[in-house]
């Protein structure tokens, strides 16, 4: 067999290459907080919580009178992507149900 015309080539063949690790970062995570008021229905927010968080009705519950008492509550953390989706598709249907209920994000 013969040696390559090119000896940049035949050292490069000697040269051990240790695979890079790559690094991973979880993504950064958002609150959807819903935020209390004095017109919105507690049902319609516990109606809320388990359609939209896929919460049971006793945490849907207690998530709501914790926002009722408190003035504010986390529904849910999520990615940014689905914090911002959970926060317009609830507060959209809580317009078309003529409720004021309003949900925001926080950075978690």
């Known amino acids: 067999m013969s040696r390559s015309s090119n000896p940049q080539r035949d050292d490069l063949r000697d040269l051990a290459v ?3 690790k790559p690094r991973l970062q979880q993504p950064p995570m958002y609150k959807v907080v819903v935020v ?3 017109f919105t229905p507690m ?9 939209f968080f896929h919460h049971t009705r006793e945490a849907a519950v ?9 003035g504010r509550g986390t ?7 689905i914090a911002e989706t959970k926060t317009a598709q609830v ?3 809580a317009r078309k149900h003529q409720h004021p209920l ?3 994000m926080e950075k978690a």
């Open 36 to 38: 209390n008021d004095d």
């Open 18 to 20: 240790e695979e890079a």
């Open 62 to 70: 207690q998530i709501m009178l914790h926002v009722h008492t408190k």
């Open 43 to 51: 049902e319609f927010v516990v109606q809320v919580l388990q359609q």
């Open 91 to 93: 507060n959209a249907y």
């Open 75 to 81: 529904a849910g953390i999520f990615p940014v992507e």
């Open 102 to 104: 309003l949900t925001v």
